[in-house]
């Protein structure tokens, strides 16, 4: 089982990100597909949620009309697509995958905001 990450790295304020998720090992259409982000001494937070492909997705205040969460159930990845990016956006971001009695976690890819 597996949640491997990409798409992390350095932009300036405005810019923009896409973070990929691919997934192996399990059934990645029936699990609820997460990105959270951690930043510097602080608590990791959920930042989109979206439950299946094409259903209503959740949104953390702070990046609602900014970020979109997707997937594609075909390919086992889950998307994370961040415009407007801001200096306080810069975390390490984790994908989750969560079902039942299973959870699984990616590694986290960092993303820095900065001019």
């Known amino acids: 089982v597996q949640l491997v990450e990409s798409g992390g790295g350095l932009v300036q304020p405005g810019g923009s990100l896409r973070l990929s998720c691919a997934a192996s090992?399990?059934?990645?259409?029936?699990?609820?597909a997460s990105w959270y982000r951690q930043a510097p001494g602080q608590e990791r937070e959920l930042v989109a949620r979206q439950p299946r492909a094409g259903s209503s997705a959740y949104y953390a205040d702070s990046v609602k009309g900014r970020f979109t969460i997707s997937r594609d159930n075909a390919k086992n990845t889950m998307y994370l697509q961040m415009n407007s990016l801001k200096p306080q956006d810069t975390a390490v971001y984790y994908c989750?995958?969560?079902?039942?009695?299973?959870?699984?976690w990616g590694q986290g890819t960092q993303v820095t905001v900065s001019s």
């Open positions: 989750n995958a969560r079902a039942l009695n299973y959870e699984y």
């Open positions: 090992g399990f059934t990645f259409s029936s699990y609820v």
